[in-house]
């Protein structure tokens, strides 16, 4: 994406100044051309460098950031507070410069015009597609409060199950690095210190040994390459999974990880079906809120399976058919459940209930999540712990049978 700088008129002829991201040029008057605008002038702005994706990363709006300014702006609404009102009290009220600029932006498009769904989807870097047409559909049918408030919840859930996931990870996280840190240690000082020993006395030194002894003299002759190849695969690695091609690899490898791809795959599905359900509820055609919800999933091969279902939606075939079809990513209970509520004509209300399953079965297994994986990373710590001591073991056994 590129982020552009245009110079445009309103309808009634007022002058505004702005910036819009768009994969081109193109892209980017077609959106300008779509909130009614008239473009005077429209030009690329400098290309960020690579710094620049290090800062952005490191000051980007969090979750949780982003559903405190959600659940502030409900209650502000709630309360009968304009939309200006209470825009400039959720521009007074935030500390994050990143949010509260893009609160500055959102209120100054909507005080000249803008609607507030329009104003928000200038601010895309932030907020999702699934939030900008909850707040589009909220417009059309008068229910900005509710809108709101359910984004609010939405996003707590969301929040709440980033927060239980990097949880889970700290432990293992910790264990293995601890286990790495023993061993680099062990390889760079106790071995250099017992080969000695061996060589004096011609005693065979096991395989297992004599690469240990090997990965500890490497070490401490090319450390500094190890570190410089480190930091550069480290880059190159974050680049790749930048990249259009990096992403869907990446989204591919999290479904299919052992332990955490069937954790990944009900919360798709559990954002998919809620998503779903409060967007045809609110008057979205189903082809339409199924293309939404892909896009709000939050994994590309998710996004492009639902962006095919939803064709085949529009091409006259039922969703539930589509979904059995694709039964690696939605297990069988979702397309028979669904064609249940297109059998009954409420379609919304399973989409619910499938969201409200699926959420129980992520909060059972993010309880049991530490559980699962304390077995698994003792089983693997051990194994490289055993064949650590047995390189030490093993020639001091043959030493002893020497003498």
Known sequence: MAKFKYNARTKEGELQTGFVEAANKERAS???AGHDLFILNLEITDKKKWYDKIFLFLNRVKINDLMIFTRQFATL???KISLSGSLQN???QTKKPILKEAIFEISSDVDSGLSLSQAIERQ????SDFYINMVRTAEVTGRLEEAMTFLADYLDK???WHSRIKGALIYPFIVVLLFLGVAIVMLVTVFPQIAPIFEEVNVDLP???????????????WWWAIILILILLFFLIIDYFQSNEGKIVLNELVIKVPVFGNLFKKIYIARFAESASVLIK?????????EISGRAIGNIVYREILGDIAEGVRGGELLSDLLSKNEYYFPLLVGQMVATGEGTGRLDEILSRISFFYTREVNNTLNNLVELIQPILIAVVGVFVGLLFASILLPMYNLVQVF
């Open 207 to 221: 395989f297992l040994t004599q690469v240990f002894l090997k990965s500890g003299d490497f070490m401490l002759n």
């Open 77 to 79: 609404m709630q309360s």
């Open 158 to 160: 969301e929040a709440t």
């Open 282 to 290: 609110g008057g979205v055609p189903v082809t339409q809120a199924i």
């Open 90 to 92: 959720l521009y007074n």
């Open 30 to 32: 077609n959106i300008l």
């Open 124 to 127: 895309k870097n932030i907020f």
